[in-house]
């Protein structure tokens, strides 16, 4: 269990906040034009980093919004948040 | 077994713990973020909408709590004002500048009075009281024994409690047992 600085309403447990996954994979402008291999790599293929990983989070019990973390996987210590939108800070890049 | 249909019957206190299931409170949710949207809530409501997570403005007539950046939750007593939300709808809703929805009947209204409220809550929940105990007009949204709620700290050691209709029964024989152990 770790504590998360919403952006929005402050500090709050674990618990409250379900993880949506890596952040910033951006969908392809044209996925008609996409191979079977291409496609598949944008829609399941994810990092599995041991280490400074980029993720999106939702404050699910809480304001319901969305934003963005930075976690040392490692030990799930939260280097810094985001809002959505925002550019990732370049320090932990 | 709580009778959900006929709320006020149910007042149990134990333990400097008073809790007070009560249904009669329209409940509006609110969203927007333009200018028009501020400007229109604030005419009707005669209240400005707090900006600051996790609190709460109040009038004589209305409580409205800071859900999210673009999202309050306005609660009355059902004697005041039944037309409100007709206002509401008619001025906001239907011209655009953002989204008006009557919960009354999806939320419970629970209120807990009393000096041990706040280990009760702590009991069951993750959120960390400290500051809310100490600010009347504190709001949240968290969860209490697994059901997500609405917090309102309405007065000093009195907290208004919104869950879903679903769950109140369960949430509020939860707080009547608990109430035994704090």
């Not at chain 1, 319901?64 to 809002?83: A, C, E, G």
């Not at chain 2, 409170?25 to 409501?45: A, C, P, S, Y």
């Not at chain 2, 706040?118 to 024994?145: A, C, R, Y």
């Amino acid at each position: 269990m770790f504590l998360i600085n919403c952006p929005f309403c402050g500090e709050r447990d674990q618990s409250e906040f379900s993880s949506g996954g890596e952040a910033h994979i951006v969908r392809p402008k044209q996925p008609t034009e996409l191979s079977d291999d291409e496609w598949a790599e944008y829609l399941f293929m994810r990092k599995n980093i041991k280490g400074i990983q980029f993720e999106r989070w939702n404050h699910v019990h809480g304001c319901r919004k969305w934003f963005n973390v930075v976690r040392d996987t490692s030990n799930d210590k939260i280097l810094s948040v985001y809002k959505m939108g925002e550019k990732p800070p370049v320090n932990y890049k | 077994m709580l009778d959900i249909l006929h709320p006020n019957i149910s007042n149990i206190n134990k333990n400097n713990i008073d809790i007070n299931l009560s249904e009669e409170k329209i409940k509006i949710n609110i969203r927007g973020k333009n200018k028009e949207f501020f400007t229109k809530v604030g005419k009707i409501l005669s209240i400005i909408l707090p900006s600051e997570s996790n609190t709460s403005s109040s009038n004589e007539n209305y409580d409205v709590l800071w859900l999210s950046p673009d999202e309050w939750m306005v609660y009355f007593d059902e004697n005041k004002n039944s037309n409100i939300f007709d206002q509401l709808y008619k001025d906001i809703s239907s011209l655009k500048f953002g989204s008006i929805t009557d919960i009354s009947s999806q939320l419970i209204c629970i209120n807990i009075k009393g000096e041990n409220i706040f280990e009760l809550l702590s009991s069951g929940s993750p959120f960390n009281f400290e500051k809310f105990k100490n600010n009347v007009g504190s709001s949240t949204q968290t969860i209490v024994n697994h059901i997500d709620v609405i917090l309102h700290h309405k007065s000093k050691n009195n907290v208004n409690l919104f869950v879903r209709r679903s769950f109140s029964e369960h949430l509020y024989e939860w707080l009547v047992d608990s109430s035994n152990f704090v």
